[in-house]
């Protein structure tokens, strides 16, 4: 009986887990409303990829050659894939015409959301969500790639930024934005994890102070050690003159 409760147990636990975290088996279409939305981007990009990271979410555009599909997902805490569900879909058609989401095929898995272009050649846009000053998205379209932090941030320093893998240059653009480009991705991914300039002034003076307290801990344990050897010779001292008292 306990052995059936216990299995009983462990399937809800199975189900429920399946229910919440993978979604449906099988996949199937997206919410057309949820692809909707108006906004504005640069179409004229350089790169493949062109990544444009903003205060709350994070602007992607795509320039494909030969492919007729790109899927969206992200990556779980155990590097396990999941689907991202993006807003303000648009593709542009090499004559410079653009269309929305009812342009798009857009079905949605276990794992990713894939969307079928209209046609192998011109531009996907979406936007993305973000999770805080963290960006981590798979590489869906080979190439160059390109990341525009947002004003007052950067990812110079090791310490408080990271960059996966290391980007190819590094440069202030004439928005004041720091780009990161890469030539070609052979990974999977692009990891950026960047700061505020505000966080960097505010690391110094926490890294300075911690700095400080370990040489006052230094600098007292140094006088304790003295004081005790002081004291040592002065018991000895004492000892010394008993004996010759003698």
């Not at 090791?158 to 070609?184: I, T």
């Not at 505000?198 to 102070?209: E, I, K, N, S």
Request: proline share 7%; charged share 20%; hydrophobic share 40%.
């Amino acid at each position: 009986m306990t052995r059936r409760l216990v299995a009983l147990g462990l399937l809800v636990v199975v189900v429920a887990v399946l229910a919440g975290c993978t979604g449906p088996l099988g996949g199937g279409p997206v919410d057309r409303a949820a692809l909707a939305g108006n906004q504005t981007y640069d179409w004229n990009t350089t790169a493949n990829t062109t990544l444009t990271v903003q205060r709350n979410d994070l602007l992607a555009v795509y320039t494909v050659e030969n492919q007729s599909t790109i899927p969206v997902y992200t990556f779980g805490r155990f590097n396990d894939v999941r689907p991202v569900t993006p807003s303000s879909v648009a593709f542009r058609y090499p004559n410079g015409t653009v269309v929305g989401p009812e342009a798009l095929n857009v079905t949605r898995s276990n794992s990713k959301t894939l969307i079928r272009l209209p046609q192998p050649r011109g531009q996907l846009a979406m936007t993305l969500p973000k999770n805080g000053k963290l960006v981590r998205v798979p590489v869906v379209v080979p190439g160059s790639h390109e990341v525009v932090l947002p004003p007052n941030t950067d990812v110079q320093y090791p310490l408080v930024g990271r960059v996966v893998p290391a980007p190819n240059r590094r440069f202030v653009g004439p928005d004041g934005r720091v780009h990161l480009v890469w030539h070609d991705v052979s990974g999977d991914r692009l990891v950026v994890e960047y700061y505020l300039d505000r966080d960097l002034v505010v690391f110094g003076a926490l890294a300075t102070a911690a700095g400080l307290v370990v040489v006052g801990g230094l600098v007292f344990f140094w006088l304790q050690l003295r004081r005790l050897r002081e004291r040592r010779s002065e018991v000895a001292w004492d000892e010394d003159e008993s004996s010759s008292g003698r």
